[in-house]
């Protein structure tokens, strides 16, 4: 085989044939179908050997190159086949070879007919991510992907993705793989994918050479441009409800970007498969073309990957266009086909030196796509576009924003609570509560929304979506209807003493009680039983009891409302110790301080009053630091609520802004990426002694801005101010350098820092 | 490893739908694409990437 000239290019992703073999016979395979025929002579499964010697390849090449992260995507025939016991070790050698050198994300293809929960337990042990093939329906599915008797796989690979979704294994889906066939209807296959709710797919061409061409049947020239077609206009008119590879590639290429793809776009392929036998080839998608055609002659116990990279086949898929034959590359559309998949070139004389076989239905795809894309973009909102409306970001960036901003940021954060609680209930299954919260809304609409804005039902939903926390349905359709006044009986949880019912009170019950309870309320009074006792409330009367504590709400100057919690459960997702009910004298305490606090920050930082007054509605009480340190805090998904140790109203104004500076940038970060979530920078702060991730860093600036404003502000009139002021400054302009350093800021990251920057400097003049 | 961010994504498409909806109308896939970026914590960059679902056992 030829060699190329220099090092030939790095590889960072390698195609791992961990087993040889698989359970099912689908008739459309290219390892067992296509005219190569070499699975026939290599080993079952891979032994430990070579699968030692291919985990030192794969680690000697990254750090002779530099690379810092690595993939290695499990394959087969099927690789589940190995079993648990066998994926366990070789995940582990996988592992602690390569990660001292690079970081490794670990996938696995397969069929899923034999994926259980101790395998996926496995997986997860190893963080290893599972596409899983599907091709449509049941009808559409088992015409090809059948076991050897003639059995479909539909209901065994259903049951496995069922198993992917659950809260235990979720984060290992990471999508489906759809072998497209014109006998199928495109709409049901579409229909089929979606509702196994993917993370993400992709639709595969079938596999097919200029030799062996792809069937045509019927007049279409073009049948399977339209059989995509008929999906992506479908994909576009439910607003992009799953990640489609193949659409987004062509969005992708259509703006001059990436492919993300081998089937489009001219992307260089850094990959190389790894065989059963420890042999390195090339793709394997070109056994279609001829005998032997991925073979290298290379092998992993006697050659590092470098002598692989180098061969010229190899180093041909790094060229990009200028590796396409000539007619590609005058093709108007050249850079968003970028031939096609290189196995679909293949042409008996002229190699691979061609346009793909399927060059006709590419050509009408991308047109039509484009084209499409363009009227959805054209004909849709902003909103339905996707977008998040720039002067939100603008304002938030500024560090400030006003109502309207911040009022439009906490109905996504609603939205968002919505979904989440929607998704306990497809998890966990509905229940006679649910049905009453949908009846309630159906009647009074405001007053679920109400009980859906308090602060901690998205931090319940989340925990309950990670298998954790306890059934706060009940509690919720109680809330609802006592807030619109509508009689209603429901199970409810009792948590640690306490049922709580968001925006109504709280229901206060031996300490340490939990378990289920019955709540009834009849209009004017809610009764709790529970072990045979009773507890009657009358809420006609708004008044505490031992056993009631009616919802704390702090009515403030300029129309702010702000409630005290120091009942629901959920307030513990703040990493520090609560109090528990305060007494009426400490109420007083934290009434009077938030009113003035409020007070200083309208005189002080009007800026941030807004904000403030339109979102800020659940303060809750820390527990005071016994050495006299201030105490507060944020909770990521507990938009809406800060806690914080009581202190004096100066230093309680300050400690307000500055978390709910926290709260304002991650509502914008639930809706768009201002950092690349994979990066894996880090960088000094002054404020921390360890190396901070971007996020951390970037959260950090923007809080510590707005305290460095207040100090500002107070600059002559406070003793302190100028110290801490000074600080403040210092370590925000520093962190905002080291931040654009990093590389880890998206566009419009760094956009975002600009502005905070520009904020920072006008404090100068 | 060929990973590379293209387009960026929006929560904001599904919330739109989200809203609109009532409580017990909401979409599956669409609460799921929430459940994916909020609980999941995935990224919006659409990051593209040539070895996933290289092809198919």
Redo the contacts between chains.
Sequence with gaps: MFRASGAGPPIGQYILKVHGRCDLACDHCYVYQSVDQSWRDKPRSMSSPVLRAAARRVAEHAAARGLSRVRVVLHGGEPLLVGVERMRELLACLRSTIEPVAGLDLIMQTNAVRLDAPMCEVLKEHGVRVGVSLDGDREANDRHRRFANGDGSFDRVRAALALLRTPAYRELYAGLLCTIDLANDPELVYEALLAELPPRVDFLLPHATWQHPPPRPGDDPTPYATWLSAIHRRWLADRRPMRIRLFEALESTARGGPSGSEQLGADSVDLVVIETDGHYEQVDTIKTAYPGAPRTGLTVLTHPVDDVAVLAPVAARQTGIDGLSPTCRTCPVVTQCGGGLYAHRYRPGTGFDNPSVYCADLRVLIDRTNEENRMHAENGKPEDTGAVPTAVIHQIASGFGDAETIGWLAEQELAITRALLFAVVDQHGANAAWEILGNVEAMAPDAVREVLAHPYVRPWAVERLRGGGVSYLGALAAASAVRAGIPVEVEVEAVDGVVHLPEVGTVHLPIGATGPARLRFDGAALRLTRSGEEIVADLSRHAPTESWQPVRRVALADGWTVRIEDGDPARACHRWPLTGRLRDDEERDWRSALAEAWQLIRAEVPGYAPALRTALRTVVPLRADESGAQRASTARHAFGSVAAALAEPADLAVLLVHEFQHGKLGALLDLCDLFDLNSDARMMVGWRPDPRPVEGVLQGVYAHAAVADLHRVRLGRDEHAEQVYAKYHRWTVDAIDGLRATGGLTPLGEDFVDRLAATVQAWDS | ???????????????????AA???G????????????????????????????????
């Design positions: 490893m060929k990973t590379v961010p293209a387009i960026m994504e929006s929560l904001a498409e599904p919330l739109a739908t989200i809203k009532p409580l017990k909401i979409r599956a896939e669409q609460a799921a694409r929430v459940v994916r970026r909020i609980v999941d914590n995935e990224s919006l960059l659409r990051r593209l990437d040539v070895a996933a679902f290289n092809s198919a056992p």
